[in-house]
């Protein structure tokens, strides 16, 4: 009798130690009826890295920015005109490339560059300290290499934005929705308290199209799979001279620059 | 005993406390079921009828891991269809209203599920205009 | 035991009840945070953390500082330390309170503070945070607690406390240390991207934090007669000066290495912090405070005759906890965000919501030293330490 008790105990103690190995909570929800099954979308876009090179040269008017950062700011539901400029919400937007850039800095830059607009979004670093300090997973790296937000998980501590050496990432310090004035019912909008940031159009990849700002930027954006040797972005890659942000940080950065 | 003017009371009030929801609702109207509006068009959800007015918020909550997560971007339900996995775009394509159909119910049991805090609800339309 | 805390005269309850009228209305403050979002404080997205982080690492430190209690007393069986040792941990546990508080007042959605046990993520320096802050509340709740009942019951102590007091030596390192490491280990931030962060942390929070002891004790002295001995005190002045000496220092060498090198990055902060950068210099006033009241409290504390003087230690101390408190609850963690990853200045100052709700948070933490420290009181006064 004792034996058996014992024997119980064991087995309720063992099974509350695999409970805490970090296996992902799905596995013991049993008490969910299984009775679909999940699958990938077959039009869905796949890269090991999904990496970005912006040609600054093909830049050229103020049009040809705000063309681009509204293709993406308007069907994200990005919100507008958020009175506190210092709580605003960017996904996408233009920098001074000495800004941008503080580390190219030198005092006989020529001219054009010094006062040059370059557009600027999150990197999707290789190696993305936010990832890195994120308590909850809610930003996470997926398997195409897209730095992915999870906005139902985001607690709001905002140790990803102390992180990002980039400043690529925003707060909702307040609700964002009455600052939204065209809604796009296909994509959310956000709750205040939690982070968000450029998602590489990880929706539009599933739909097998390209990001929005890609797509209206006229060719001054190349995008594709930075590992694959035969796209498109590897040849551009390949042949021009390109820099990125903050190289000597170690994240990686997927985004590069022609200038 | 002890403290007999401070217990009795104290323990009167205390058990008037804890019994307050059946003298607040004492003399109120029965509790009816509610009557969310179906789909007119669509005969079958994704599954059947009642399995989904049990289990829809874990079916939710799977869906968003799902394809946050886990890049499962569709769902196969148990007759093999394929749908694609998002509140905005397949649920309420026939579930047009929020306001008749989910908010039915959640209001009469007050739960507030925080979905439409960022999902877009689709517009409402209002009889007859 | 717990008793202790509802028998008390008139100026222990008028205590509790502003304290209590405090948090009310900080709380008000805090319902109108959560409701709008953080939108009422001063934070941005160029200076993402701000008041609130800022005590929350200066309060690590504190409760980390209860250990220059514990290490004399159970290393060094330096006995003057017997009495107030009790007090210095229910110090500790209240600090920690204060920190978690911050934490959670921090958050822009704390109903899923949660997330972190739901989704233990153990490459984040929180996740261990919030361990060894736990951890290290309870140690101190477990040993205060039960060797005061043990001296409440007139037996001696248990021996399993004296096992949890010496794992809490090193736990009491660890806070500050992972507190630290929140920091020091961001890309980017060159004014906390450094080695000797940790340390800085651990030096100042044990000036700081035993400064702020031996005043609340003097306060203790004056308000209940008990008396935490001559002896004790000085020690822990000596001790407070030692380590602020250190501190001192390892400022001053983060000061050598971000100019010596002459490297833009790492001096940018530091220009900001003392002499103002690109025109906007909210800090600079307090900066220069905080190295007059450094310098002050070090002339004060070294010399043993000015040190061993009762009011000039008061005055040494308060001098100290202005100093450190500025460098570590103000400077440290506004500092690092200045100038921001585009190399702009985005200043930063809290709002009336953020002081309000510090308030609060501040005031939950005084409550609750208040109802331990009573407990303590009351048992040793029945022991007959304090005269009654």
């Known amino acids: 009798m004792d034996n058996k008790r014992r024997k119980i105990l064991k087995i309720a103690a063992a099974t509350a130690a695999v409970s805490f190995t970090g296996l992902p909570i799905e596995t013991f929800a049993s008490y969910l009826p299984k009775i679909g099954k999940y699958v990938r979308s077959d039009k869905e876009k796949k890269a090991k890295q999904w990496g970005m090179v912006i040609d600054t040269r093909k830049f050229k008017t103020k049009e040809d920015f705000e063309r681009v950062i509204k293709a993406c700011h308007s069907i994200h539901n990005v919100p507008e005109d958020i009175p506190n400029k210092k709580q605003e919400i960017k996904w996408i937007w233009e920098e001074e490339f000495s800004h941008a850039f503080p580390d190219q800095e030198n005092p006989f830059l020529a001219e054009r560059y010094e006062h040059k607009d370059v557009i600027v979004l999150c990197n999707h670093c290789q190696h993305p300290p936010c990832v890195r300090v994120c308590p909850t997973k809610a930003t996470f790296k997926r398997e195409d290499g897209i730095v992915m937000m999870d906005f139902h998980r ?17 707060f909702n310090f307040r609700d964002p929705a009455p600052f939204v004035k065209h809604k796009n019912p296909k994509f959310p909008t956000r709750m205040r308290g939690v982070v968000e940031k450029c998602l590489f159009c990880y929706e539009r990849l599933e739909e097998g199209k390209l990001p929005a700002c890609v797509e209206a930027s006229n060719g001054a954006i190349i995008f594709g799979d930075i590992f694959d040797p035969n796209s498109e972005i590897s040849k551009v890659l390949r042949e021009n001279y390109t820099i990125v942000r903050k190289p000597e940080l170690g994240t990686g950065p997927c985004v590069f620059y022609i200038i | 005993m002890y403290d007999k003017d401070k217990i009795i009371p104290g323990l009167i009030i205390f058990f008037f406390l804890i019994t307050f929801p059946l003298w607040y609702n004492l003399g109120q109207a029965a509790y009816e079921s509610p009557k969310p509006k179906l789909p007119v068009n669509v005969k079958k959800c994704i599954e059947d009828t009642e399995w989904m007015r049990a289990n829809h918020m874990e079916l939710l909550n799977e869906w968003r891991d799902m394809v946050v997560r886990h890049d499962m971007t569709h769902y196969v ?28 119910c959640h209001v009469k049991v007050s739960v507030s599920p925080y979905c439409w805090d960022c999902h877009v609800a689709p517009e409402e339309v209002t009889n007859g205009q | 035991m717990l008793e202790k805390i509802f028998y008390g005269d008139k100026k222990y309850w008028s205590w509790v009840i502003f304290l209590l009228i405090l948090i009310g209305i900080g709380s008000i403050a805090y319902i109108t945070q959560l409701k709008k979002g953080l939108m009422v404080t001063g934070m ?26 514990v290490i004399p007393l159970y290393l060094h069986n330096y006995k003057k330390f017997e009495q107030i040792v009790t007090f210095a941990e229910f110090m500790a546990v209240a600090s920690v309170i204060i920190c978690i508080c911050f934490i959670l007042v921090d958050l822009g959605q704390p109903q899923r503070l949660f997330n972190m046990i739901l989704h233990p993520t153990p490459n984040s320096i929180l996740f261990y945070d919030m361990i060894v802050l736990n951890g290290y509340l309870l140690l101190n709740i477990l040993i205060s607690w039960n060797n005061l009942h043990a001296d409440y019951r007139r037996v001696p102590h248990p021996k399993w406390t004296k096992v949890l007091a010496y794992i809490s030596i090193p736990w009491a390192v ?67 000066t030692y380590a602020m000496c250190i501190n001192v220092f390892l400022f001053l060498t983060e000061v050598f290495t971000s100019f010596y090198s002459n490297i833009p990055g790492h001096k940018a902060t530091f220009i900001y912090l003392f002499k103002g950068l690109h025109g906007h210099g909210n800090l600079v006033g307090w900066m220069w405070v905080m190295v007059a009241c450094a310098i002050a409290c070090l002339i004060i504390l070294i010399p043993s005759k000015f040190r061993n003087n009762p009011e000039l230690l008061v005055v040494g101390l308060i001098l100290l906890i202005v100093a450190t408190w500025i460098d570590k609850g103000l400077g440290l963690v506004v500092g690092g965000f200045i100038p921001n990853p585009f190399e702009k200045v985005v200043e930063y100052c809290p709002t009336g919501y953020e002081l309000l709700i510090s308030m609060m948070v501040y005031s939950i933490g005084l409550l609750i030293l208040t109802l331990l420290w009573k407990i303590g009181v009351g048992v040793k006064r029945e022991l007959g330490i304090i005269p009654k």
């Open chain 1, 154 to 170: 985001c607690i709001g501590c905002r140790y990803c934005m102390a992180a990002c050496p980039y400043g690529s990432r925003s």
């Open chain 2, 77 to 104: 339900n148990s007759a093999g269809v394929n749908y694609e996995i998002s509140l905005q775009k397949t649920c309420m394509k026939c579930h047009t209203s929020k306001k008749e159909f989910c908010d039915k």
């Open chain 3, 44 to 69: 941005g997205r160029d200076v993402s953390w701000g008041f609130y982080i800022a005590q929350f690492t200066y309060f690590v430190g504190v409760a980390a500082s209860a250990v220059m209690v």
């Open chain 3, 174 to 240: 660890s806070i500050h240390t992972v507190t630290a490491f929140l920091y020091q280990g961001l890309p980017g931030r060159h004014y906390w991207l450094s080695a000797i962060l940790a340390a800085r942390f651990l030096s100042s929070a044990f000036c700081s934090g035993p400064a702020i002891l031996v005043l609340l004790l003097l306060i203790l002295k004056k308000v209940t007669k008990f008396d935490p001995g001559k002896e004790a005190i000085h020690t822990l002045a000596k001790i407070i």
